[in-house]
């Protein structure tokens, strides 16, 4: 007899959600426990009538491909599931049948996600009018499919959609916005890079289509996008690609994103995003990232004081700038050139975290500039200013530890210091920083190894171990520093280390 409790249907779900939480993995990901619910959920599926349609709910809600439907299609069932069955099963077998149709849809209302990444099975489908709607409850779908079959994307549109990741823009892609009303993220991906005139148009009329958007993600948008955008107040998080569409109106003057919180740039070159920040407010902003392939020194200051200039001095949290160039395509800065702009982000007073990665040219910071900047930042807990150029360091202890006195909060920094002209005596200092765990000095030099490993050791005893550029002599630190915390294991007393074998 079946307990009370089963009768509940809030326990019951909550009984199957355990057994379905390996059945939610990818394919290629744990395959094992992946079958295993899947098969407890068919054994519970068929147990008894209470239990039959919430097991079969979780069992479709999530399916990769086209093969679990069709094989619920009496003539293709042998092809799919026999033991040779090959990849190209469908090449020449005869489309759906209004019967089996019928067929094919019979779990399709309980499918909430679905990932297409395959083309091979379209023509099967032949038999469906251009309206309808194969998965009326579809709340997911990862759309990975090329030309010329995006054709059928119409078919796996549903107003329940909410989240939608298509890797390239098509024809099709334009009537998202009416059949998904209900649509809150939307991803254009990578095969959207270089867009021709035509389909950076019809990314923008997708686009514009969009009135409940969250969550965007898509390559570089025309003025009347950006603009649609800047009035969607719903745009919680907007990210944008590669791409080379410019927003070159001059009289262009935006509305403020007013609720934007997060502004990520995955771009070539700065020019869009510094356009952008130009003509846009973003009073709610607490990330910002860019990844950009080149960006001239020049470029790097404007930027910056773009972003400063667009309302977010009183929210902004979190930076993050990589400027790399894999291809070689930026030109040389001469070796005494540096950022100097580090003083756009004093402005930043709810900084938490800050990341300025630039190959080809570093950040100018010098004690008193890294004193102002720490006092201006009382929030910051992530801090990396990388020197890629091996440039004479201009910082010294006695300013990094002056520093971290108005930073308590502080756990990761990447600086670049003057290890060689030692300004402090850890025996004579009676400050700690103990939050900070993660230290690294990248190209910087080091002579007196154990001075410095007693310095990291007494005022940074959260350091286990000092990152650098793979220099010999921070290997020697790392190992005296690691002896240190080793000999100081209360209730020992530290004895001189052992000298090295003559």
Request: charged residues 20%; contains cysteine.
């Amino acid at each position: 007899m079946m307990h009370q409790a089963l009768l509940v249907p809030e326990i019951l779900l909550d009984i199957f959600a355990h057994v379905n939480e390996s059945a939610n993995l990818p394919s290629d990901d744990n395959n094992c426990e992946r079958l295993l619910s899947q098969q407890s959920l068919a054994s519970l599926a068929t147990t008894c009538k209470t239990f039959h349609e919430p097991a079969m709910d979780l069992l479709w809600a999530n399916i990769e491909e086209l093969e679990p439907l069709l094989g619920c299609v009496t003539r293709l069932h042998p092809m799919i599931y026999c033991s040779d069955a090959e990849p190209s099963w469908s090449e020449g077998v005869e489309p759906l049948s209004e019967d089996e149709a019928r067929q094919f849809l019979r779990h399709a209302t309980r499918v909430r996600s679905i990932d297409i990444a395959s083309d091979k099975n379209f023509h099967l489908l032949t038999v469906f009018p251009t309206e309808t709607c194969m998965f009326p409850r579809l709340q997911s779908l990862l759309w990975q499919v090329e030309a010329p079959n995006n054709i059928y994307l119409h078919l796996f549109l549903s107003d329940t959609l909410l989240f939608i990741y298509l890797s390239a823009i098509h024809p099709a892609s334009k009537s998202i916005g009416t059949r998904c009303a209900s649509l809150e993220a939307l991803t254009i991906g990578d095969a959207a890079e270089d867009l021709t005139v035509d389909e950076s148009l019809l990314l923008a009329e997708t686009v514009r289509s969009c009135t409940q958007l969250t969550h965007l993600g898509c390559p570089p948008l025309e003025w009347e996008a950006w603009n649609h955008l800047s009035n969607l107040p719903t745009l919680i998080k907007l990210e944008i690609g590669s791409g080379s569409w410019p927003l070159d109106r001059h009289d262009l003057e935006f509305s403020p994103f007013l609720n934007v919180t997060i502004l990520n740039f995955y771009v070539h070159t700065a020019s869009y995003t510094i356009t952008a920040l130009q003509r846009s407010e973003f009073p709610s902003l607490l990330q910002f990232e860019m990844h950009v392939h080149v960006m001239p020194l020049a470029q790097a200051e404007q930027l910056f004081r773009a972003l400063s200039r667009c309302n977010t001095c009183h929210t902004l949290e979190h930076i993050v700038i990589f400027s790399f160039d894999p291809d070689g395509d930026s030109d040389e800065e001469p070796f005494g050139n540096s950022l100097t702009a580090i003083t756009q982000f004093l402005h930043f007073t709810q900084l938490r975290t800050l990341g300025l990665v630039f190959e080809n040219y570093p950040v100018y910071l010098d004690n008193d500039l890294l004193l102002e900047a720490m006092s201006s930042w009382p929030h910051i807990r992530y801090m990396t200013l990388a020197n890629h150029q091996r440039r004479p360091p201009t910082i010294t202890f006695r300013a990094l530890f002056d520093g971290l006195q108005l930073c308590p909060h502080l756990d990761s920094l990447q600086l670049h210091i003057d290890a060689v002209n030692i300004d402090i005596d850890p025996e004579t200092e009676s400050f700690q920083h103990t939050c900070l765990q993660k230290f690294n000095v990248g190209f910087s030099n080091v002579e007196d190894v154990e001075a410095i490993a007693r310095i990291i050791f007494s005022m940074l005893p959260g350091v286990e171990q000092v990152k650098h550029g793979n220099e010999d002599e921070w290997i020697k630190v790392n190992e005296h520093l690691k002896y240190l915390k080793s000999s100081a294991v209360p209730g020992r007393r530290i004895t001189p280390e052992p000298a090295p074998a003559t």
